[in-house]
């Protein structure tokens, strides 16, 4: 199984890329395949076509295609901007469409205030099941993440524990999506 740990944050300054790349250390302590699908990094521009009516789709998008068509679950970490998940993420997501149907999908959102990201979370929910993704009940909010971290190193126990918690129930669910399909494709 290949999970993409999608890090939602285009911002210089941002602090939810330091939860994403926990996630990613996490799934590689599991040894669970992974990689890490970083908005900021791959600074697609406006949407123009999407990547099925591109006309010439360049070397990123090409790339990227071919990674998620080897990816088999998601874990979005995204921070809430103005009452909502990011304007970089959706732009960036929204170059592709088949190639997150059927795939599961965690959602970790992380905001500087108390509520952690919930509005952000509800959104992205139905973002999530109009790409036809199956959306695991089991979350991650992260309030005050300028709290959470030292040097880049978490250092808040508690909310390592709820990562943890999250992740058991999103692997065990990711595990089960992606069986299920081996199983199918073994009996074709
Ligand atoms: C444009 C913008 C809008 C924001 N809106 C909210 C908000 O609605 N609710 C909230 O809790 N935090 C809000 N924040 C604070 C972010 O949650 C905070 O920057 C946090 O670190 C996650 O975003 P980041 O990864 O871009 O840093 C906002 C930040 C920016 C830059």
Known sequence: MNIA?????ARPERQSHQVAVEVKNSL???????????VKELNLPLLDYTYDKHPAPGEILK???????HTDAF???????NGSFSGALKNT?????KE???????????????????NALKNLQHYVLKLNGIVAPEFLITPQVQKLFTNQQLTDES??????????AFVA????????KEQDARQV
């Open 63 to 69: 790339q990227l295609k071919n990674k998620l068509d």
């Open 93 to 97: 997501m929204d170059y592709f469409y």
């Open 75 to 81: 874990i979005i970490v995204s921070p809430e901007h």
């Open 28 to 38: 590689d302590k599991l040894n669970i395949r992974n990689w890490l699908f970083d």
């Open 173 to 180: 669910l990711a595990e089960i999506v992606y069986q299920s």
């Open 100 to 118: 997150y149907a059927h795939k599961v999908f965690g959602i970790v959102t992380v905001s500087s205030g108390v509520l952690g990201g919930i």
């Open 159 to 168: 909310y390592g524990q709820r990562m943890n918690k999250f992740l058991d």
């Open 5 to 9: 740990v999608i890090s939602g944050s």
